[in-house]
C-alpha cells in the first residue's frame, strides 16, 4: 500500500520535470524573501534546516526539492539502490522523490562540456580525441529516489537519531577539531570570561596569519556548550572578519542555522532555536541563495570533520 506523504509538490510529467524543480527551488526563495518579516517564513526556514540536518551531505537544492515533496523523509536512495545495497525494496504504489544528480562523463578539457554539447558549441579544440578526455561534472539532471519509508525489507542499523542533550564525547572532539578547521580553540572557565553574557566569540587571531580565534564559555551543560562551539566554528568558517555591522547581524542568522543542523544531526536538542529572517530584509533572491548555500556547505564540513573526514563532494 502506498505511503501517505505530507506533500505539496510532485514532479510525475516527464516533459515540464526539469523546469518545475528549477521553479520550485526558485519561488520558494522568493516567497521566503518576501516574508522574512512574518513568523511563517522563519517556520518555513526551520524545516528546511531540519532536512538539512538529515541530508547533511546534500545541496541546498536537493533538500528544499526534498522538503517540498517529502519533509519527513530520513534516508533516500535509488530504486536500484535499496535493493542491491540493502535488500529492500520500493512498495507498489509510491512515488518517486526527485532531486538533481550529477552528470559524471568525459569533458573537453578547453569548454569542460561534454561531447555532444562540444560538438555543438564554438570550442574548436582539437588536440585529443574525445575518447582521451578526462572524466569530469558537465551538469546536472532529475533522478529519481525514495525514502526508507517507502520501502520494506530488512532492517537498517542505526538510522533514528533520537535528538537528546548528551552530547557524548563531541565537546572533545570539536575541540581536536580545530587544527583541521584552522581555527584556534579556547574553552575559559567562568571565572576567567572577559566577554560579559556572551557564550562565546569569534575574534582575528592576529594581522600576521589571519587565522580566526574561537572562545567559549565553559559551563556544566556540555550539550550547550557543544552548541556555542559549533556555533562560533561557523563565523570562524565564514566570516569571522565581517566588519560591517549591518551584514554582520544577517550573517549571525546563518552561523545559528549552521549549528541548528550540525547540532541535531550529532543528536543534540536544538529545538530552542529561533530564527528571525527579518535580518535579511533587504537581501534579493540571489542573496538568500548564497546564505542557504553557505549554510549548507558549512554545516556539511563540519560534519565530515567530525566523522573523521571524507568525500564532500555533493550534488
Known sequence: MSTTRDSSVSFDQTDTRSEEMHSTIEQWIDELVAGVDDAQASDEFQQWLDVQSRF????????????????????????????????????????????????ITKQCPKCENSPSYHDQSDCEYDETPPEEWSKGLVGFKPAPVFDVSQTEGEPLPDLDREATGDSGDLVPQLIDAADELDVTVRVVPQEEWTHGAAKGVCEQLSLIDAQPIVEVRDRANEADLART?????????????????????????????VAYVVGRYCGLDTSGSAFYLAAWESDDPEVVRDRLDRISRTARELIEVLEGGGDTSTT
Request: hydrophobic residues 35%; glycine residues 2%; proline residues 3%.
Open 56 to 103: 547533511h551531505d546534500y545541496s541546498y537544492r536537493n533538500t528544499l526539492l526534498i522538503k517540498r515533496q517529502c519533509p519527513e523523509a530520513t534516508r533516500v536512495a535509488g530504486y536500484r539502490t535499496w535493493q542491491e545495497e540493502f535488500d529492500r525494496h520500493v512498495q507498489e504504489g509510491e512515488s518517486a522523490i526527485w532531486i538533481w544528480a550529477p552528470i
Open 229 to 257: 562551539l559549533i556555533h562560533e566554528y561557523a563565523h570562524a568558517l565564514l566570516h569571522f572578519d565581517v566588519d560591517d555591522d549591518t551584514e554582520r547581524s544577517k550573517r549571525e542568522v546563518e552561523a545559528e542555522a
